[in-house]
């Protein structure tokens, strides 16, 4: 990797009377297997940090290219989030009232399974890998589904 893009990048910054926070600012090389041949970029003289990961706009991304991490991390936001509706339900004595719990699954959990909503649409997800997908067990199980 060059570092031109980089110094083009400054220069523009620099223009614009903007700054490039280095200590926040990552890079990461997508399907690179040998990440210590990669070449560091740097800002202003300051060295870029190479990460294998990151969160972008609620989505880890993964240098391998996997959605796993990312399904992985919507089904825990969705298991966290069918806790809730149950605490809430609990604590109001409404379990035993289906609309009423579905209502609650509706706005609370059903808004945090689907952000990151991308992973849920992907080429790889058929109807048979749906049933090993853990945001739809999650899903199916709430609301009484056989799996």
């Known amino acids: 990797m060059s570092t031109l893009p980089i110094n083009k990048f400054h220069n523009y910054t620099r223009f614009k ?18 990440t210590p041949a ?9 060295p870029l940090e190479l990460v294998t990961h990151f969160k972008y706009l609620g989505f880890t991304l993964t240098r391998d290219g996997s959605m796993h991490t990312a399904a ?24 035993h009232r289906k609309h009423a719990m579905l209502w609650l699954f509706q706005v609370f959990a ?8 991308q992973v849920w649409a992907t080429f790889s ?23």
Do not use: C
């Open 125 to 147: 997800l058929t109807y048979d890998s749906s049933v090993t997908t853990r945001a739809h067990v999650l899903h199916l199980g709430f609301l009484g589904g056989d799996v």
């Open 72 to 95: 992985e991390k919507m089904a825990d936001n969705l298991r966290l989030a069918i806790s809730r509706v149950y605490r809430t339900g609990s604590s109001k004595g409404i379990t």
């Open 38 to 46: 990669i070449p560091t970029p740097t800002y202003d003289g300051t």
């Open 17 to 34: 009377g903007l700054e490039l926070n280095t200590d926040k600012t990552k890079f990461m090389v997508f399907f690179s297997k040998d």
């Open 110 to 117: 059903l808004t945090a399974g689907l952000y990151g909503r």
